[in-house]
């Protein structure tokens, strides 16, 4: 592809398009091709997003041919696709760019058949030698894979004969040194700008909205700070268990399958200082500060910082479920946790003092994902009680009604002065009648384009891991029955609750 | 909820006095904000106001619009209908929708009904009804452009205007205003979208490839001004400048590098609208195709051909022509765009403007 700009492009909805390329999909037969991957790709080609040139070659195992691999990509997007095809002629045209490929992946000689149908694929379809690798695999494979890739000469940091990246699923390690082991192999095979490490959650419209607020706004980030903000807390809850993954689960917790990487980005995001540019390296470097900014906490600081939990038996939406040591997969006496909550503070000019309280559990009553940013209440209370809860909180919806919206108090109508907290409501459902893409359309997309401003870098990754390490040391030398219980379909454990300063409270959601 | 909010919910015509328009819309949408506070979950919308001007005979088909706007963008329409009356009647409906999570999300309709009197003085009916702080659209439908009066005391206090120089009765007259008003557009450049994404798809990774045309011919059936509109761009996009007109439709235009280059406006019987667009390269002996066959007027063929470089054939699918899908491709667009105002100046040029 050459630098110059399309003249044509000057004024277009789309003012950038990604070159041709191959899309090639390890873990082709796995669940997140079928549910997320694949009716991304679909979304795209449809939506005239995705290159003229294009291809998707799935890769695994298993044997299959072409034709199997597109009746089942098929029937994948009828069954989670956010649009369906209009007719067989539109999914012909689609199914006509989707080919497999056989590959033990432990096998070097599998990738020189890889390399060769590559080969005939950019002579058939066009795709100029671009390649853009997608890791659907389980972690383990990562390393061996990209050898083995770099081995056949299909990847590596000289990209003269087409543009060659990856994209690599979290979990990015599973603790500090497994993390900069797994970096330190893909650098040597290739340059950062070429790895493209994946969190869902920063495709989600919201989660980007929220440097639009904050930057597009002039007035949320004069009091984006200690001085007009009490307290801010970030809440991932879910209503599933651990479901078929009681194995992963048991060697996970929550600790590490959400707070390391959605939460620690989710924080990131809210704390950043301005970017100095709208570009992804200036956007990273500050997120990036952030983590940094997060202390290694000593066992005593996580005994008074930290809750952790497991779910009992209880009943959620009027079912009975069992307890987490009581799921399959789950050892009787883990411990593992369903849920953490946290209170943490960072060490900046801006946040000092400032507690950001995190929270994230399974089978609590909703499922929510939100940023809520509480202000600090008036200095002299001049009116009676509010009804209902007083004080200014904003709160960034991230799923499942991802929208903004600001609480404040009001006179109730009538010849008494009385307060009481209404809501200033934005929905992106409501104000915005366009469904938004699915986070995987956004960012496959952006990986297509070489933009990875959506994307997470070794560093942050280093710094949430580091922070996250310390809470694991200090949980470990807490004696066994620190282990919190909560009931199924409850908003998790009381001792949650004195992890918060002054009146504060959790949010009810 | 009372019987007058729940007709006027419904979408049902509420006859109000003009001159109370706003009174009236309050104590229709009370009761039923009351009830969404209570839970019932109605919510009153506005992302702008779209303010209509259209013939009394194009009732019907402007309402379809509006209502499809209305859908997507939730809003305050307020429609003045020109017809052979001397008074003004007003009336007022909710165009309501459901939004995800159940809510019912509405925005509002005013329908003004008058004369040319009334059409002289449009200014003074419509500026009370614009709502503050959101994006005020002006679409003038009708075949007769806007007086200079009208113009001179609307669009400044508007945010952009919308025209279609499809239907306007001299369209000389209004490519001056859209070449003079940079917040005026036409309706037509949005329709023509896919057009442009398509000829941008041949180039997109060859952008080098672009500066080496120098041909361009549009072929359409119908009115001047569409083929004018994209063969303007096409010559905008390259950089091309105006040099001289041969004829009616063959002009010669002077590239970046100076060199020459032409573009050629084929006619074809009927009212189809275009049909194709093709530029040349004599230096690279190729051309680069966006046809719309016959048999598939619903699509875009691409096809390109040349010595050294060729693309496989594409195919894209092409809407078919529908304000309401131009107005909110309009409403979701920046008001001044740089490249149609280069392609309204050069298609005014190729129109002996």
Known sequence: MNDVPNPFRDGLTRSDAPAPCVFVLFGATGDLTARKLVPALWQLVRGGLAPKQFFVLGVARRAKSDDEFRAEMRAAVDKFGRDRPADEAEWEAFAQRLGYCVCEFTQPAAYQALAQRLRGIDASHGTAGNRLYYLAVAPEFFEGITSSLHEAELIGPDQAGGWRRVVIEKPFGTDLASAARLSGHLHGLLTEDQIYRIDHYLGKETVQNLLTLRFGNAIFEPLWNRNHIEHVQITVAETEGIGRRGEFYDQTGALRDMVQNHMMQLLALVAMEPPVTWEAGAIRDEKAKVLRALPAWTPAQVASRVVRAQYTRGTLAGVEMPGFTEEAGIAPDSLTESYVAMRLTLDTWRWSGVPFYLRHGKRLPKRTTEIAIAFHQPPLSLFPPTVGRSGNTLVMRIQPDEGISLNFVAKVPGTRLTLQAVKMDFGYGSSFAQTSPEAYERLLLDAMLGDNTLFTREDEVASAWRFVDSVRAGLAEQPRDTMAGYAVGSWGPAAADALLDGDATWRRL | ?353
């Not at chain 2, 328009?21 to 309050?26: G, H, K, N, Y």
């Not at chain 2, 439709?249 to 590098?257: F, V």
């Not at chain 2, 050629?264 to 046809?291: K, N, Y």
């Open chain 2, 1 to 353: 909820m009372d019987a007058p909010t729940t007709a006027f919910l419904g979408g049902m015509p509420i006859e109000v006095d003009p001159t109370a328009i706003d009174r009236v819309l309050t104590a229709l949408w009370k009761p039923a904000t009351e009830e969404a506070a209570d839970g019932t979950g109605t919510t009153r919308l506005a992302l702008g106001t779209l303010v209509v001007v259209a013939d009394e005979a194009r009732a019907a088909p402007v309402e379809a619009v509006c209502q499809a706007v209305a859908a997507a963008y939730p809003s305050r329409i307020v429609v003045f209908l020109v017809g052979a009356r001397d008074d003004v009647s007003a009336a007022v409906f909710a165009t309501c929708r459901r939004a995800p999570g159940g809510s019912q999300v509405c925005g509002e309709t005013i329908v003004l009904r008058g004369g040319e009197r009334q059409a002289a003085q449009l200014p003074g009916l419509v500026l009370p009804l614009l709502l503050p702080d959101v994006l005020a659209t002006l679409w003038w439908d009708r075949s007769e452009p806007p007086a200079p009066a009208t113009v001179e005391a609307l669009l400044p206090l508007t945010d952009r205007g919308l025209i279609s120089l499809a239907r306007a009765t001299d369209p000389a007259c209004c490519l001056g205003l859209l070449t003079t008003q940079p917040r005026v557009a036409d309706l037509g450049w949005f329709e023509q979208h896919t057009w442009r994404e398509a000829v941008a798809q041949f180039f997109d990774g060859e952008a080098g490839v672009a500066a080496r045309m120098d041909r361009v011919e549009v072929v359409s059936s119908g009115a001047d001004t569409a083929g004018a509109l994209l063969a303007g761009w096409l010559a905008g996009q390259l950089g091309w400048e105006p040099a001289e007109r041969r004829s009616e439709r063959h002009t010669r235009w002077r590239r970046t590098d100076g060199e020459a280059a032409s573009v050629l406006l084929t006619r074809l019987p009927g009212d189809e609208g275009l049909w194709a667009t093709i530029l040349s390269s004599s230096e690279l002996a190729g051309d680069w195709r966006v046809e719309r066959p016959r048999e598939a007027p619903g699509s875009l063929r691409l096809t390109a051909h040349c010595r050294d470089w060729c693309q496989m054939p594409g195919r894209l699918l092409l809407p078919p022509p529908d304000t309401a899908q131009a107005i909110l491709a309009a409403l979701g667009r920046p008001v001044v765009n740089e490249s149609r105002q280069r392609a309204t100046a050069h298609a005014a040029w190729l129109l002996g403007g």
